[in-house]
């Protein structure tokens, strides 16, 4: 089957920014489109995402925000080159990367390869009367990944209410994805209540749909998720257990961490310290950027201290990048990646660190970003690479939502397995 058509263009996303869309129409009169998403709080090693500021396309009103020149990259420079040729996802990423050779995607923009790279994605599967999950996952049955989901918000997504960027909720006891949903619906609704019954207004929602409360300490705040789960009847370790997004580079001012909201600062090493504490003296399993994107002897002092068993997340460290990623593994930095299609450009690409990072042992979370739109195929990546974790967001805002209920749907219809990467 061969690509009649490849068109972009600019549509919105869940704040409200412009993004970039690419619809792929084949031979067969189907069309295939996907939406890019885009981060707030963004790693400086990330592939770079074109936005008009500066340019002939700069539009006031979208404050410069709007992405008129990378869609104008798909519709002058991308088409021309796909179109006729045969549907394939591997063919149309080789073509993407010798129009943009850039490590970082900036001559084309991130943004413009991935909308088209993840729109031949869709593309390809249907050419093989297959959804995108079922296109990677081939014939076994499809492996449910594990959710992180986001109860309370601060950083870059809420306004600062707190430093670090979310406190999370892994259920890890749940049998089914079914019941882990409605086990995190259930603890996110008791969290609000007991927002609104501390005097705190709860209908201030974060970016990815968590609640925005403000604490004394990050203590305060992860025992208040603590006391959510008991209230909701289950049991903390067990069943359900908390994670952090520290989004640290944010609050790293190069010399040190600096707490603003609590009135602390401190060195890198007693950083490390004050981490070590944290995730000792909290039912933490997971930890994402506790320290800054390029303090990598912080990241390599922790692991020497910190148990086996804790997950350390890089994202804003490893940015979905193979050589960083290598770099990680050879300093032994990390034990886990995110990973953003939209911090690295392409989907094959995205695949192969991934599979780089699982070669080498290290858990794997599937992300999508703060600012995203009402595409769900980040859960058919999740299940068809087999990531075994996958980080939405919360379980408010239909963005999110359409990725939880598409693996809701593949639980339904498929022959399926939830995967416990905590066991
Ligand atoms: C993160 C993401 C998603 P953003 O830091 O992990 O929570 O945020 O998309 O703003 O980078
Ligand atoms: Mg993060």
Excluded at 126 to 140: C, E, G
Aim: with cysteine.
């Amino acid at each position: 089957m061969k690509i009649s058509k490849v068109i972009g263009y600019q549509v919105l996303d869940s704040r409200g920014r412009p993004t970039v869309a690419a619809a792929i129409t084949l031979t067969d009169g189907s069309t295939h489109t996907a939406r890019v998403p885009s981060g707030a709080s963004t790693g400086k090693h990330e592939a770079k995402e074109l936005r008009d500021t500066g340019s002939k396309y700069s539009d006031k009103f979208y404050s410069g925000l709007s992405v008129q020149q990378a869609v104008a990259n798909i519709n002058e420079k991308i088409a021309p080159r796909l179109v006729e040729e045969q549907i394939d996802l591997n063919l149309v990423d080789s073509q993407l990367i010798d129009l943009d050779p850039s490590e970082d995607h900036s001559a084309l923009g991130a943004n413009a390869t991935l909308a088209v790279s993840l729109s031949a994605s869709l593309a390809t599967a249907h050419s093989q009367n297959k959804s995108l999950a079922r296109y990677f996952a081939a014939d076994a049955p499809l492996l449910i990944p594990m959710p992180m989901v986001n109860i309370l918000s601060g950083g870059a997504h809420a306004n600062r209410s707190m430093d670090i960027q979310d406190i999370l909720i892994i259920p890890t006891g749940a049998k089914t994805f079914t019941q882990a949903l409605s086990w995190i619906v259930a603890v996110r609704e008791m969290a609000a209540v007991m927002g609104k019954e501390s005097g705190q207004v709860t209908n201030l929602i974060a970016d990815e749909g968590g609640l925005s409360l403000t604490f004394s300490s990050i203590e305060k705040a992860c025992e208040f998720v603590v006391s959510a789960i008991e209230k909701v009847g289950l049991q903390v370790g067990n069943q359900v257990s908390l994670a952090l997004d520290v989004a640290a580079t944010q609050f790293y001012d190069g010399e040190k961490y600096n707490l603003a909201t609590i009135g602390k600062s401190y060195s890198p090493s007693e950083f490390v310290k004050y981490i070590s504490q944290l995730t000792s003296n909290q039912p933490i399993i997971s930890i994402e950027d506790p320290f800054a994107e390029d303090d990598w002897s912080s990241w390599q002092q922790f692991m020497e201290i910190a148990p086996a068993k804790l997950q350390l997340l890089g994202d804003d460290l490893l940015t979905t990048n193979l050589e960083r990623l290598d770099k990680a593994i050879a300093n032994k930095s990390a034990n886990a990646i995110l990973i953003k299609p939209n911090q690295n450009g392409l989907v094959t690409s995205t695949l192969n660190v991934l599979k780089q990072a699982r070669a080498n042992n290290f858990n794997t979370v599937v992300s999508a970003r703060s600012g995203e739109n009402e595409d769900s195929w980040l859960a058919d990546l999740a299940t068809g690479w087999s990531a075994g974790q996958i980080k939405v967001g919360s379980t408010h805002g239909s963005e999110r939502n359409a990725k939880w209920n598409r693996l809701l749907e593949f639980e339904a219809t498929e022959e399926t397995r939830f995967i416990n990467p905590f066991n």
